[in-house]
């Protein structure tokens, strides 16, 4: 073994501390690798996917469940099954919010006591180009307008899927409503690694006008976004 590359830092603690910061520190995080070979899920949450799910769907879909059990230690909670529900959502212990999120080289989840985190999203997409020709299917005219300004609009347009993700998936936790990108209008503060996603229509509890705040991280080869709902924090 070259020692040297033993003492590198393992890829998946690096792309958990990359996490760590976008989150309060109630939320416990926790990271696998789907290019590893990861626990199995339990039998009740692999019932939820589909018979003819390949092996890289299933590689990620047990990573991510690995991570979310690993979470759920980290609060003192005996994992439980979280299975697949009828909207392809995760179903959580009712005191408890979560997230999880993969891609090919990584899975990551988020769990916190409902008392404090009504919602919590988080998403980790591969540091690649996004096609311009998915722009329009995610972005406002105002967001594309800022993709271009970017210096390299490729890795921007990736950015705001992202983070369009992680704020729907926080506000899912709520609203349990589903609606298209449109649904939101983002803007960043690229200096303080942070953006705000806006709701353009009512998605009650959520008004018109309501925002949303979240944080981001680039690095080790990965985007990851994150957005957390408070308990008795104003969205407005």
Avoid at 114 to 134: F, K, M, N, Q, Y
Avoid at 216 to 222: D, E, K
Wanted: with cysteine; glycine share 6%; hydrophobic share 40%.
């Amino acid at each position: 073994m070259n020692p040297e590359a033993s003492a590198l830092p393992d890829l998946t603690d690096v792309r958990l501390q990359l996490l760590r910061p976008l989150l309060s520190d109630q939320v416990a995080i926790a990271a696998q690798d789907p290019l590893g070979t990861p626990p199995e899920p339990f039998p009740e949450e692999t019932a939820g996917l589909s018979q003819n799910a390949v092996d890289k769907r299933r590689r990620e879909f047990a990573a991510g469940r690995a991570a979310a059990h690993q979470a759920m230690r980290a609060l003192n909670r005996t994992p439980v099954p979280i299975r697949i529900g009828p909207k392809r959502a995760p179903i959580w212990p009712d005191d408890l919010s979560g997230t999880i999120t993969h891609c090919r080289s990584c899975a990551l989840a988020a769990v916190a006591r409902r008392a404090t985190h009504p919602g919590i999203g988080i998403d980790v997409e591969e540091d690649t180009p996004l096609s311009r020709d998915l722009w329009p299917s995610i972005a406002s005219r105002a967001e594309r307008d800022w993709i271009t300004a970017q210096a390299d609009p490729g890795q921007a347009g990736k950015l705001l899927f992202s983070a369009k993700e992680a704020a729907y998936k926080a506000q899912y936790a709520l609203s349990t409503c589903y609606f298209g990108f449109d649904g939101l209008e983002l803007h960043f503060n690229l200096a303080e690694q942070s953006f705000t996603a806006r709701f353009t229509a009512p998605q009650p509890p959520f008004r018109v006008g309501d925002h949303l705040q979240g944080r981001f991280a680039i690095g080790s080869g990965v985007i990851i976004t994150a957005v957390e709902i408070l308990n008795n924090e104003p969205c407005t």
